[in-house]
């Protein structure tokens, strides 16, 4: 009987949005920031709050045969500004210390996000493949899972056998990933041997042009997965994180061949050629403020009319936004709309006010009072406290399923017809139990209004078809709006922030 394979389990996970405050190490802590037996116990657990890309490895190496799990450390944060270079050391270190330990390894599985930046490094996922990859040497297979947001790296790509995207956005396809990622390696363990090549293209599609139901971006995904063969193993073309504002900005497309490198580079060059000739499906169709908010209005006068989603994708946690925006609040609450749920605000002394009170108070509520960003305006209105929260809920339904979310302290208050879901920590609201935890049913109410960019349309699509959802267009961090930003490090000419270019797929 040959020995149990020793995989280590591992990963950093931030989609680094350039125009962000800094990300710092308790969004890690708060999210995931677990190392050796801490991991253990939390992927032991029926809802962890490791990344399921990491658990569908798990499950899928255990159904395979007996193997050891090596878990190292995983860091993961909701999407913010670059994190901190400091603790991001701390991270790199921790990881050194884990992975020199737990030699000698067999392989390595990373769940990793792809598109972080640190204040001192642009690339910190390509270090941490390096970092990797220089201590288990050359014969060790190295996998990892990617959003398919990632901004893909040529050192990402030089230090990994196999990096595997997400075709899936909304990402609900977590666990099969991270499963394709545990039988590439047990190809690899039988001896087969992977070759990479990546191509990126000088185009920046806005995240809510990605969907993959229909559209350009659905196209293209759909194309290289036919390209799958027994020469090639893997297809991710990742449209990337536009947001990022880095020198690694412009989608990508990384194939991964079964020994033949020259078959992964000439399907590579192909698919980036299409993507190009491509570049101008990729538009935002958003509706403005003033649309919006006579279409909830209308809504909330006559039960007949089918109940309708408002996403505000610029200010979308999902993304580094901070989730406490008020435009669409304040039009909404002004104009009288009733029946509204909205989903979710973070503002922890909000929350504080509400908790303190105790439930069926009324009281001014006073949104961002403390100002942590130009688009934070302040708001202020009577309000009555609906309830307290406990603070987390498992995922009922799309990206979050099956997993926990915490939200720190949490409140449910009513301001005029819009009842309100405050919580302290950021998250986006991507799963109906956002307004389940407090018995509200999405169902019932006349129009919701979600801080998200598309993850939510997984969860909501059991009231809310593509049909029924409107996505506003108010000021963000996370404006779909590129033109509104002021990029700084982001290669140029790019689409769309520069149209008149020509761009070429490379001939050798
Ligand atoms: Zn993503």
């Known amino acids: 009987m040959p020995q149990p394979k020793r995989i280590a389990l591992m990963g950093f996970s931030l989609e680094a949005n350039g125009f962000a405050p800094v990300t710092v190490k308790a969004d890690f802590v708060n999210q995931i920031y677990l190392a050796g037996d801490e991991l253990a ?21 255990t159904t395979a045969g007996p193997w050891t799990p090596v878990p190292i450390v995983m860091a993961g944060s909701p999407p913010g500004g670059p994190v901190e270079q400091a603790f991001f050391q701390e991270i790199l270190d921790a990881m050194e210390r884990g992975l020199k330990a737990a030699l000698p390894l067999d392989g390595v599985f990373l769940a990793e996000h792809g598109a972080g930046t640190a204040t001192g490094d642009h690339d910190p996922d390509g270090t941490v493949f390096a970092l990797v990859r220089s201590i288990v040497g050359p014969k060790v297979p190295v996998i990892s899972t990617l959003d398919l947001h990632a901004n893909v790296s040529q050192r990402m790509v030089d230090n990994t056998d196999a990096l595997i995207a997400f075709i899936t956005n909304p990402h609900v396809d977590m666990i099969e990933r991270g499963a394709e990622a545990a039988a590439l390696m047990l190809e690899m363990f039988a001896g087969t041997r992977l070759a990479a090549d990546m191509l990126r293209m000088p185009m920046i599609p806005p995240s809510v042009t990605m969907g993959t139901a229909s559209g350009p971006y659905a196209d293209l995904i759909n194309y290289g997965q036919t390209k799958l063969s027994r020469d090639i193993a893997n297809v991710s073309v990742c449209a990337g994180f536009s947001l990022g504002d880095t020198p690694l900005n412009g989608m990508t497309v990384t194939v991964t061949a079964r020994g033949d490198k020259a078959k992964a580079t000439a399907l590579a060059r192909d698919i980036a050629g299409r993507a190009w000739a491509d570049r101008k499906r990729y538009v935002p169709k958003m509706v403005s403020l003033e649309e919006a908010t006579a279409m909830a209005l209308a809504c909330s006068r006559d039960p007949s009319k089918p109940s309708v989603l408002f996403a505000d994708p610029a ?23 009733t029946g509204c749920l909205l989903g979710m605000m973070v503002d922890p002394p909000l929350v504080e006010d509400a908790i303190k009170l105790g439930v069926g108070a009324k009281f001014i509520a006073r949104f961002n009072r403390d100002r942590p960003h130009e688009f934070s305006l302040p708001f202020t209105a009577d309000a009555r406290v609906i309830a307290i929260g406990k ?18 302290a949490t409140a449910l208050i009513e301001v005029g017809g819009i009842k309100i879901v405050v919580i302290s920590l950021r998250q986006q609201c991507a799963d109906p139990m956002a307004f389940e935890q407090f018995g509200l049913a999405i169902a019932a109410a006349r129009s919701v209004i979600v801080k998200s960019r598309g993850h939510f349309r997984a969860g909501f699509d059991e009231v809310f078809t593509n049909d029924r959802i409107h996505e506003v267009d108010v000021p963000g961090l996370t404006t779909p709006r590129l033109e509104r930003l002021a990029y700084k490090r982001a290669p140029r000419p790019i689409f769309p922030l520069d149209k008149d270019f020509e761009w070429q797929v490379p001939a050798d």
Request: proline content about 6%.
């Open 41 to 61: 116990a939390d992927l032991a657990k029926p809802a962890p709050r490791a990344p399921g890309t990491m658990i569908g490895f798990m499950r899928a190496m």
């Open 315 to 337: 200010d979308n946690p999902g993304g580094g936004g901070r989730g406490n925006t008020t435009y669409i609040l304040d039009a909404f609450h002004k104009a009288g709309v």
């Open 391 to 408: 603070g987390s809920y498992v995922g009922r339904r799309g990206v979050h399923q099956g997993r926990t979310t915490n939200l720190g």
